[in-house]
């Protein structure tokens, strides 16, 4: 059952679109084992009233949902965990160690993006979250495992986008659910069918060094499929896995050059030569990937991406050695 919010896939796993900012920006993943059913990323609290539809059109009980899984804490992939928690009586929230803390008390959390956006702003995309209560909540260090009604999901740490991100390996569907591990695919950007796929380097926590590393941990398992929150199940991943690789370095290389062209006392002048630079390289692969789309669609599209991505890459600028092996 396809409806317009979810997209069903094989072994049991749905896309529910999380409608954050635009369809098809988020998604939440739903998988289903013989009745029971777990949840990998939550969207905000605004999404959870379009889980609770997609459940009723497949007849699924939210009493059945036995787990809540976030790939990581970032607020488009967690701002719903506690309405989440509200509505699913029986689940448990699995989460990385170092994100646990902050659902049980998300004051930090909340202050961080409040001072971003703005205490209005941040209501109005996010709604409310509250603390989850602590007996709720299972920490899921690497390599650990949590069992879905007889159907096993495997935890790895993958720092690199953010140091408290996991990836879960799906055994059943040789497939991965990679948060933003895996970067950013927009269905838009398809094709003929073929993907198109970018780093985010969004958080105050991009670690290329590490970001290398996930992927290459993740390729390691020989996945068939990723399926990414932005957005949803791609294939062909050993070609995109290759060019995730040469994109983390090519943002690194361009955040190095504005560094080296504007000194420090000008960030204004810095900020826009990333953005630039970044908005050039994506359109020239797209480009080269055969995207028809308009120039300017394109830029609509991937502007917030693009903006996020150039903070991110700024704060690397400003808070490491940049050392990149």
Known sequence: MTSSLSTDFTHGISAIDAQFHRPQRAAIHLIEENGKMALVDTGTAFSI?????????????IEDVDYVILTHI??????????CMRCFPNAKLVVHPRGARHMADPTKLIAGAISV?????????????????????IEAP????IDLNGRSLLFIDTPGHARHHNCIYDE???AFFTGDTFGVSYRELDVNGKEFVFPTTTPVQFDPDAAHASLNRIMHFKPEYAFL?????????????????????AHVEIA????????????????NAISTALESLLLQRLKKHGCQMPQTEIISLLSADIRLNTMGLEHWLNHSDQTVS
């Open 256 to 271: 190095r050059n504005a560094d080296e062209i504007n000194s420090r006392r000008s960030n204004a002048n810095r900020f």
């Open 229 to 249: 929150t932005h957005y949803s199940r791609i294939g062909n991943l050993i070609r995109h896995a290759e060019c995730m690789h040469n994109l983390i370095d």
């Open 172 to 174: 059943q569907s040789n």
């Open 49 to 61: 009233p379009g889980v609770l539809s997609v459940l009723e059109e497949k007849n699924l009980a």
């Open 74 to 83: 970032h607020l488009d992939h967690a701002g719903g965990a506690s309405e």
């Open 117 to 137: 956006y703005g205490e209005a702003e941040f209501k109005r995309v996010y709604g409310d979250i509250h603390a989850i209560d602590e007996k709720r909540i």
């Open 142 to 145: 690497d390599e650990s495992r």
